[in-house]
Nanobody, 129 residues
Framework: EVQLVESGGGLVQAGGSLRLSCAAS????????IGWFRQAPGKEREGVSC????????YYADAVKGRFTISSDNAKNTVYLQMNSLKPEDTAVYYC??????????????????????RGKGTLVTVSS
C-alpha cells in the first residue's frame, strides 16, 4: 500500500520558517517524482514545488521562488519543503503527491502536482500577520 505522510505544519508568524516533510512508503522512491501542492479555504489547488525522478530537477511556483526549497533524502524515502520568509498568503493545507516514471516527470514539469496519482492527507500551515 502506498502511503504519503506529511508533517511539520503549524502556526508561525509572518517572516518565519517551517520545514514540511513527506515520508513515502510502498513505492520505489527513486522511480517517483514527488511534489507539493496547497489549497487555501475558498481557493483552488495550487502547485507549489516538485522534484523530478529523472535528474532531480526542481520546479517552483512563482509565488514561492526564492523562499521555498524542495529536497529529497532517498535513504529516508522523504521529501522536504523548507519554507522561509513565510507570508500570510502562504496559509493553506499543504499536500504532498507522487507519481511514477514518465507520467510523474511530465506532471512535475507541467506543474500539475495535484494531478499525481498518490497524495497524502495534508498538513496545515497557518501564517499570522
Amino acid at each position: 500500500e502506498v502511503q504519503l505522510v506529511e508533517s511539520g505544519g503549524g502556526l508561525v508568524q509572518a517572516g518565519g520558517s517551517l520545514r514540511l516533510s513527506c515520508a513515502a512508503s510502498g513505492i520505489t522512491f527513486d522511480d517517483y517524482s514527488i511534489g507539493w501542492f496547497r489549497q487555501a479555504p475558498g481557493k483552488e489547488r495550487e502547485g507549489v514545488s516538485c522534484i523530478s525522478s529523472s535528474d532531480g530537477s526542481t520546479y517552483y511556483a512563482d509565488a514561492v521562488k526564492g523562499r521555498f526549497t524542495i529536497s529529497s533524502d532517498n535513504a529516508k524515502n522523504t521529501v522536504y519543503l523548507q519554507m522561509n520568509s513565510l507570508k500570510p498568503e502562504d496559509t493553506a493545507v499543504y499536500y504532498c503527491a507522487a507519481d511514477k516514471g514518465y507520467r510523474g516527470r511530465a506532471i512535475c514539469a507541467g506543474f500539475r502536482v495535484y494531478g499525481m496519482v498518490y497524495r497524502g492527507k495534508g498538513t496545515l500551515v497557518t501564517v499570522s500577520s
